[in-house]
């Protein structure tokens, strides 16, 4: 194992630390130690719906990369592919409460789940108002080694975007979370892994692929897929991907759609956007409009080869919060 870090227990406070330094403009770290979260810089917003995100490190930019202006409040990182533990996750909903309520977005990992449960019961007895979106847009199985349900992945970041503007521009708690399950309900992602991802305690890749295999299906935190298939050309297995997530959606003739190609942490972006043209291709030719476009690395599962295919259903207001300004570390955008 070749990483570049000193010791695997320090990976994600050093890792905080470099983070906010390079980002002092938009982020400050608080909490210490034993309740580290990220927030944004000059605290809550007075009157504003607070956003708090959160989960095992290992994802960047999720979910630290993507607070700021427009998205989010708050962010907590946990132990390498390990929920945060309720205490930082109650210290963050602090930290974002401007008055209006916090939301949690929680991605549909059980760890995840109970520990934010636990913080909100907790910031409840301390009088703050919370609310929680469930994030479960993995179409590759319906449970796993970490969930009952669908898996929270790639389309997190967009609940988080869209729900990020829906807060920025003064919507109360009520409606950014009708705003956010709406986008839950309408966002599919397939993923796929070309090699295993090696987590630093562990020592040794997160599952076994022969050379010539890939793993259809994967989560974002190295647990395998729902098959094994041979390695094909890019089409074959974009087409794989799409096809799964386009028989969840039911999507019609005439519709629009954001397209996300999204990097598992080790493709180049010169494959993502081989993936992105096929794709676009395929839902263009089924009548379906690619109204907005994202390609990149957005969640990831540390260093694994693969991608994911998300496509999200557009309406007006959804693409108008979409385009909303944005200013974050990892995205930024119209302002």
Known sequence: MKKLINHADDIVAESVTGFVCAHADLVSAGGGQDALFIHRRGGAVTGKVGLVSGGGSGHEPLHGGFVGVGMLDAAVPGAMFTSPTPDPVLAATRAADGGAGVLHIVKNYTGDVLNFETAAELAEMEGLEVASVTVDDDVAVQDSLYTAGRRGVAGTVLVEKIAGAAAERGENLASVVAIAERVVGNVRTMGVALSACTVPHAGRPSFDLGGGEIEIGIGIHGEPGRERVPMAGADE???????????????????????????????????????????????????????RSLVGNYVTSLEMQGASVTVLRLDEELTGLFDAPVITPALRWGA
């Open 237 to 291: 297995v974009t087409d794989l991907l799409l096809d799964a997530v386009l028989a969840d959606m039911d999507l019609q003739a005439g519709e629009q759609v954001l397209l996300l190609v999204n990097g598992m942490g080790g493709t180049p972006l010169s494959e993502l956007y081989i993936v992105y043209g096929h794709a676009r291709e395929r839902l263009e030719a089924a009548g379906i409009t690619v109204h």
